[in-house]
T-cell receptor
Framework: DQQVKQNSPSLSVQEGRISILNCDYT??????FLWYKKYPAEGPTFLIS?????DKNEDGRFTVFLNKSAKHLSLHIVPSQPGDSAVYFC?????????????FGGGTRVLVKP | SQTIHQWPATLVQPVGSPLSLECTVE??????LYWYRQAAGRGLQLLFY??????ISSEVPQNLSASRPQDRQFILSSKKLLLSDSGFYLC????????????FGPGTRLTVL
């Protein structure tokens, strides 16, 4: 049972345009959401997060939107740069989860074309 | 600042051989520690987590075990490796507040032949 899903395995975008990555979740207990970026053969690096009390969080070129009623979040990257080419994972957690565990989606591979 | 180390970076082992992967964290005390596996083309699967020395929780039944002999040391082991144990193993740490991002190590690429 996948509680966090990223339905688009890959995304190709032109440099300078917007990249939109989507993530859906099923567990209504999730109340904190994160996005990670991962290059091949490296560990994921934290990008941005959002609490369920907000519907938007912005950090530079990265903005995360949360729609709790739809159980949907998205990551917008604008403008996209070639260095943004990587696999992006969304993750979710519940404040009452033992050990502050994260549940990850399957990832979306982004390719930014120059 | 906090840093997390994993070794070895790559490992090729025959089926049936033992395994020991080590993870250490510097610059923090009493972290939560996690082991993940990323199979080829797949997402991150949580294998084990630990909230303190000697405290291990297993997320999925498998051929692996974990131990935490010291506060900032987390070890992933197997007595006999299977082909299906191949993958990219990641260690992560997090603070113990209510909301905390997890920070990942560089990973170990394990190939079982």
């Amino acid at each position: 049972d996948q509680q966090v899903k990223q339905n688009s395995p890959s995304l190709s975008v032109q440099e300078g345009r917007i990249s939109i990555l989507n993530c859906d979740y099923t567990n209504s207990m999730f109340d904190y959401f994160l996005w990670y970026k991962k290059y091949p053969a490296e560990g994921p690096t934290f990008l941005i997060s959002i609490s369920s009390i907000k519907d938007k969080n912005e950090d530079g070129r990265f903005t995360v939107f949360l729609n709790k009623s739809a159980k949907h979040l998205s990551l917008h990257i604008v403008p996209s740069q070639p260095g943004d080419s990587a696999v992006y994972f969304c993750a979710a957690s519940a404040i009452k989860a033992a050990g502050n565990k994260l549940t990850f989606g399957g990832g979306t591979r982004v390719l930014v074309k120059p | 600042s906090q840093t997390i180390h994993q070794w070895p970076a790559t490992l090729v082992q025959p089926v049936g051989s033992p395994l020991s992967l080590e993870c250490t964290v510097e610059g923090t005390s009493n972290p939560n520690l996690y082991w993940y596996r990323q199979a080829a083309g797949r997402g991150l699967q949580l294998l084990f987590y630990s909230v303190g020395i000697g405290q291990i929780s297993s997320e999925v039944p498998q051929n692996l075990s974990a131990s935490r002999p010291q506060d900032r040391q987390f070890i992933l082991s197997s007595k006999k490796l299977l082909l299906s144990d191949s993958g990219f193993y990641l260690c992560a740490w997090a603070g113990t507040n209510s909301y905390n991002e997890q920070f990942f190590g560089p990973g170990t690429r394990l190939t079982v032949l």
